[in-house]
């Protein structure tokens, strides 16, 4: 992968991006994966001068993430957005559509946690 | 005073995609927007499971009819990035080809669009009546209008013979000659200016800080564009950011009114120095395992793709961020204190790409 | 003579309105590209308008998923009878490339009844204009049952 990764945790997260913020970065996004074992992966991926950081945090899915969105306004869209797709708790989140941002009552699954399998329709 | 609430969206005239805003209103005074998404989200980024590595690009292009090329060029190349595929060079400037053809006509729809906001009718009429140019040469050299289905893992599928590119030439002269005679309106008219200028301001600071992308932060006066990176043919071509300072409404759509010219620009550079040679190379095995985080500049700005492969046909993860998501919370940020005729031109303004936005 | 009148005007020329239901934007913009100089749908008397109220044909374009049917279908019983139904594109026919994505209830008739479906991934404006001639044949047949 393209840049620098700096691996955080659950501690320092909200730390390292205010450092971040403080050296002039721009947050591009973040993006989510499986880290198996019940785990999710977040990188948060920053911008200078088209030089790439990213930071990479592991982190169990039944815990509260701190949320960055009081640092960085604009992560409340794509933490809403995990929340959606990961059921992930967020502390701290600017404005929480409590999974509703994207999907409506009746997705009952989780989509991109394993309990969710697509397949043909009819 | 009293707080009214005004919904706008998802069905609204100006809006071409559904999205929703909720709009706490003093007067006629915006104190509050808040959005509502959802109406587009389909899930396509969970297809990836089912469907192969070459069936994806398909899916990809059809995150955005807009904007599909370059979508379909970004998956690919950051496919090629991870399988360590070096494409041939009259690939990658046939790409860029396809890729600057795709900006215009995209910029020239927004151009029509927002002529439209403020009730220009004639003048969108102009602009979609140029672009139609535009899209006999897709139908004619990809065979779609719109969704230009050209990439594969290793290269692109078509190609363009010399006679194609000749035509391709004159065409954009005719193009570039069309819209010069509209610039004087575009940029000047007394009632365009009264619509525009000083209408949904964005600083430089607030534009980086909220993370805004593509014109909407080039109309505040930052020269990032992410062509500048030189990825894929672009690093054969000559080529400086469009940036204006205002940040308002007219800036930004100035900023796209020169890009348009510029990507003529870039086309005639990329025929200019095509050279002979293989389409494509074969491709052999699987995505290894590993990740790759790719990031190209679309019509609407930086659009990031972030791949993560597992040594199978099937991807495990593929995560697209797309311009207009990173252009919301600097939407939100302009919206507070403007009109609310304003509306609908300020929301327009960021261009926005709502099926983009949800996937 | 005033209701035939009104009954020969509506046939002669319907007004459309467009809902993007959750398409990718290629079939919306072709819907677009119709009303614009090459193509020019309104030499045949339709008119885009953007009220559901004051509309006779429906076109939708995209696949439905589970928050924008509540909205298709408010829009489609907003519309004054006799009404018609154009689905355009292979995501309003069926869900398209989409049809197994988790968030995708499948085409448009599966939420309204639909008269005319247009095919084309994404349909060409001349499959459009030629679906709204056929719809409003069907149109016409509605208009003069409903007397």
Redesign the interface.
Known sequence: ???KVIDVTLDNVVGEVMNM?ND?Q????F????AGEGKIGI?Y?FDKA?E?T?LRLVADMDKPIPSVSGV???A???ENEIRDQWDVKFDGLV?DFNR?????P??T?V??ANN?K????N | MATTVIPFGPQHPVLPEPVHLTLKVEDEIVKEAIPALGYVHRGLEKLCEIRDFNQMITVCERVCGICSMIHGACYSQSIEELMGIEIPDRAKLLRVIWSELHRMHSHLLWLGLFADAFGFEALFMQFWKIRERIMDINEATAGSRVIVSVNIIGGVRADLSPDQLRWILSELDIVEKEVRELQDTMMNDYTIKTRTVGIGVMTKAQAWELGAAGPTLRGSGVAQDMRQQGYGGYAFLDFEPVVETAGDCWARSTVRFREVLQSADLVRQAISKLPEGELAVKVKGNPPEGEVYHRVEQPRGECMYYIRGNGTKNLDRLRIRTPTFANIPPLLAMLPECELADVPVIVLSIDPCISCTER | MFGSFIKKSRAKSPWIMHFDCGSCNGCDIEVLACLTPLYDVERFGIINVGNPKHADVLLVTGTVNHRNKKVLKNIYDQMPEPKAVIAIGACGLTGGVFREAYNVVGGVDKVIPVDVYVPGCPAKPEAIIDGVVAGLAKFAQKVEEAG
């Open positions: 992968m393209k840049g913020k002039g721009r947050l591009v996004s993006s989510t994966y499986n990188l991926h088209l790439n990213h960085y306004f604009s409340l869209l794509v404005l509703t941002l994207l999907l409506d009746e997705v699954k989509p991109l969710l697509i397949g043909p329709k």
